[in-house]
């Protein structure tokens, strides 16, 4: 057996979001998936592990439901299965139903028809976008995740939020910093897109005029691209991985908050209060005070 972790998402609208829940909940039950799907009346948001051959089944009967007809699901390697055929990635299987698939605090300012998002940011395809980028020398990348992803990957001179969750964007955009950016193009990415179709509609209304989105998020650039491209270092996940790049020539730019030295690895805050991740090499242990709280404990 093969083991396979599908990121997915598609934004439509769903009227009975419970229903589909319990579609879903049994589908991966029985096909001995493990992993998060999260539903809304906006859509579904998933990210699942498990052998190849029952999540391609899962594939198929997710796309018979119409609105999931189009998923754009992406493929990568999981680090194995247990004994059961169980994914080792994800301790569990939880699928629930929330107000937002991708929590920025803002439901009712979503707006979502058959076509997706209404009023979202142009999609970009990793080609287009180096199109973009020789016709145009003004271009800004706006990184959609949550800070402490990026220190150890991020597209080269991209801004970067200072955001701990996906709920600060809201209070970011609308904070001034990044008004000098309303008149030039901007490119948001994110992991696998899906931040991006929100942020970029809340970017768009509030007067940011040329607002683009890399369609299929970091994910499917470094599918193409592997790291020839712009991106570099490594990919935060939310699973058992952690991280992973894009070939094994991948360059390390995360400096461990102990020592300075190059690193990739991730490790919990140990500030109890700290909802983020913080960058530490083995030699300086599991936990570590991030750099924004030691920083803010010196002023």
């Given at each position: 057996?093969?083991?396979?972790?599908?990121?997915?998402?598609?934004?439509?609208?769903?009227?009975?979001?419970?229903a589909?829940?319990?579609?879903?909940?049994?589908?991966?039950?029985?096909?001995?998936?493990?992993?998060?799907?999260?539903?809304?009346?906006?859509?579904?948001?998933?990210?699942?592990?498990?052998?190849?051959?029952?999540?391609?089944?899962?594939?198929?009967?997710t796309?018979?439901?119409?609105?999931?007809?189009?998923?754009?699901?992406?493929?990568?390697?999981?680090?194995?299965?247990?004994?059961?055929?169980?994914?080792?990635?994800f301790?569990?299987?939880?699928?629930?139903?929330?107000?937002?698939?991708v929590?920025?605090?803002?439901?009712?300012?979503?707006?979502?028809?058959?076509?997706?998002?209404?009023?979202?940011g142009?999609?970009?395809k990793?080609?287009?976008?180096?199109?973009?980028?020789?016709?145009?020398?003004?271009?800004?990348?706006?990184?959609?995740?949550?800070?402490?992803?990026?220190?150890?990957?991020?597209?080269k001179?991209?801004?970067?939020?200072?955001?701990?969750?996906?709920?600060?964007?809201?209070?970011?955009?609308?904070?001034g910093?990044?008004?000098h950016?309303?008149?030039?193009?901007?490119?948001?990415?994110?992991?696998?897109?899906?931040?991006?179709?929100?942020?970029?509609?809340?970017?768009?209304?509030?007067?940011?005029?040329?607002v683009?989105?890399?369609?299929?998020?970091?994910?499917?650039?470094?599918?193409?691209?592997?790291?020839?491209?712009?991106?570099?270092?490594?990919?935060?996940?939310?699973?058992?991985?952690?991280?992973?790049?894009?070939?094994?020539?991948?360059?390390?730019?995360?400096?461990?908050?102990?020592?300075?030295?190059?690193?990739?690895?991730?490790?919990?805050?140990?500030?109890?209060?700290?909802?983020?991740?913080?960058?530490?090499?083995?030699?300086?242990?599991?936990?570590?005070v991030?750099?924004?709280?030691?920083?803010?404990?010196?002023?």
């Amino acid at each position: 057996m093969l083991a396979k972790i599908l990121l997915f998402y598609t934004f439509t609208p769903i009227a009975d979001p419970d229903a589909v829940r319990l579609w879903q909940r049994d589908l991966c039950e029985l096909l001995g998936l493990r992993g998060r799907i999260l539903i809304s009346r906006h859509g579904i948001n998933g990210t699942l592990g498990g052998d190849m051959a029952a999540l391609k089944t899962y594939v198929r009967k997710t796309k018979q439901y119409d609105g999931f007809r189009d998923i754009d699901f992406k493929w990568s390697t999981g680090s194995g299965l247990d004994d059961g055929g169980a994914s080792l990635d994800f301790p569990r299987l939880s699928v629930k139903v929330r107000d937002e698939i991708v929590s920025f605090g803002a439901p009712d300012e979503l707006a979502v028809d058959d076509s997706g998002v209404v009023g979202g940011g142009t999609h970009l395809k990793p080609g287009e976008l180096h199109k973009l980028l020789a016709e145009r020398d003004d271009v800004v990348f706006f990184d959609g995740r949550n800070a402490f992803e990026a220190e150890i990957g991020r597209f080269k001179n991209a801004v970067v939020p200072n955001t701990d969750t996906t709920r600060d964007f809201v209070a970011e955009l609308e904070s001034g910093r990044y008004d000098h950016l309303k008149d030039k193009p901007v490119v948001t990415y994110c992991t696998g897109g899906i931040r991006c179709e929100v942020l970029s509609s809340l970017m768009t209304s509030r007067g940011f005029g040329e607002v683009y989105q890399l369609d299929g998020g970091i994910v499917r650039y470094g599918e193409t691209f592997g790291n020839t491209g712009l991106w570099e270092g490594s990919l935060y996940v939310f699973d058992g991985r952690e991280t992973m790049t894009f070939g094994d020539d991948a360059a390390v730019i995360g400096r461990c908050a102990s020592c300075d030295s190059l690193t990739d690895r991730m490790v919990n805050c140990a500030d109890a209060s700290c909802a983020s991740r913080t960058v530490l090499c083995e030699s300086c242990g599991d936990r570590a005070v991030c750099r924004m709280h030691a920083t803010a404990d010196a002023r």
